[in-house]
């Protein structure tokens, strides 16, 4: 299906530094995903946003919901090791029947 | 959240042959998806899984090649029929509670096809 335009595709970064990821759309969407997916394990749900202008924390993930409803940001503060995967956002419109659309997905790695 | 089950979580299979994957999850929910992921890339929503009726199914995925069964509200299966290398991918099940409502991920289903 359509996909949301997400970048960066990659980013390799020093352990301790913060990581910033963005997702863009051209439709409004009332439902902004994160998703986090290992090596061989299915995503898992990182961040729910379902409000214009929200902005919500789950540990040292932080993301909001675009004013414009049409974008999304997930930053991680001091990253670690663990947070080595692969990034996806997922965004839902009004009249989608309940079916997201995905990003392409952020591959983060975290050196030592 | 939910807890979604796979199974198999891996197979290899022949082309030509037929894999039939389950989902299962351990509360009722109200919309249950199938996605592909194919090796490197993002996730394709295959179909919708219809509680009691056929599934719906997204542009370029057809029931003859993947038909879907969902009996119930806890439990889903997908075929993928008459297989070819280029099905090799990860399959997924997805469940939502409701239409505007979070969606959690099973593990996957590994399959490749030589």
């Known amino acids: 299906g359509q996909q949301l335009n997400q970048s960066p595709q990659s980013m390799f970064i020093q352990e301790g530094e913060d990581v910033s990821m963005n997702c863009t759309s051209s439709?409004?969407?009332?439902?902004w995903l994160w998703y986090k997916q290992d090596p061989g394990e299915g995503p898992v749900l990182l961040i729910a946003l379902y409000k214009a202008g929200e902005l919500t924390s789950n540990g040292r993930l932080t993301a909001q919901f675009g004013i414009t409803r049409k974008d999304s940001f997930l930053n991680i503060s001091a990253s670690i090791p663990s947070d080595v995967g692969i990034y996806f956002c997922a965004g839902r419109s009004a009249d989608s029947w309940g079916k997201l659309q995905f990003g392409a997905g952020t591959q983060v790695v975290v050196t030592p | 959240s939910a807890v979604i089950s796979q199974k198999p979580s891996r197979d290899i299979c022949q082309r030509g042959t037929s894999l039939t994957i389950q989902c299962q999850v351990d509360?009722?929910?109200?919309?249950m998806f199938w996605y592909r992921q194919q090796p490197g890339q993002s996730l394709t929503l295959i179909a919708t899984a219809n509680q009691g009726s056929e599934a719906t199914y997204e542009s370029g995925f057809v029931i003859d090649k993947f038909p879907i069964s969902r009996p119930n509200l806890t439990f889903s299966t997908l075929t993928v029929s008459n297989m070819s290398p280029e099905d090799s991918s990860i399959y997924l099940c997805s469940v939502g509670t409701g239409v505007g409502e979070t969606q959690y991920f099973g593990p996957g289903t590994r399959l490749l096809v030589l």
């Open positions: 439709s409004i969407f009332n439902t």
């Open positions: 509360s009722q929910v109200t919309m």
